[in-house]
């Protein structure tokens, strides 16, 4: 199987900043993108950002400017800086990894449990 457990969400003043970060493990063979979702109370859940595993990124474009998504491919990794925060920032925030796992040719999906962001103004 393979896990993807999140830390460093909190709770962060308006124009404060914060980090957080993603770590997958289990049977893993190789990951291709990963991501950062976000689900605020009575919304879909919205893409943050994107990054391959060459690094090529992609932002959504409320994000862009602000947000910074990177990984290190050797610890399975993936951080998301998040500054200038704004209180409609406020929702739970889930990883993803596109993840092969050994002994198949299959690429399977898997996600964080979420950890929750909190922006006051």
């Known amino acids: 199987q393979v896990q993807l457990v999140e830390s460093g969400g909190g709770l962060v003043q308006g124009g404060g900043s914060l980090g957080l970060s993603c770590a997958a493990s289990g049977n893993i063979l190789s990951i291709n993108a990963m991501g950062w979702y976000r689900q605020a109370p009575g919304k879909q859940r919205e893409l943050v950002a994107t990054i391959t595993t060459g690094g090529s990124t992609n932002y959504a474009d409320s994000m862009k400017g602000r947000f910074t998504i990177s990984r290190d491919n050797a610890k399975n990794t993936v951080y998301l800086q998040m500054n200038s925060l704004k209180p409609e920032d406020t929702a739970v925030y889930y990883c993803?990894?596109?993840?092969?796992?050994?002994?198949?040719?299959?690429?399977?999906?898997?996600w964080g449990q979420g950890t929750q962001v909190t922006v006051s103004s």
């Open positions: 993803n990894a596109d993840v092969r796992r050994t002994w198949t040719p299959a690429v399977t999906r898997y």
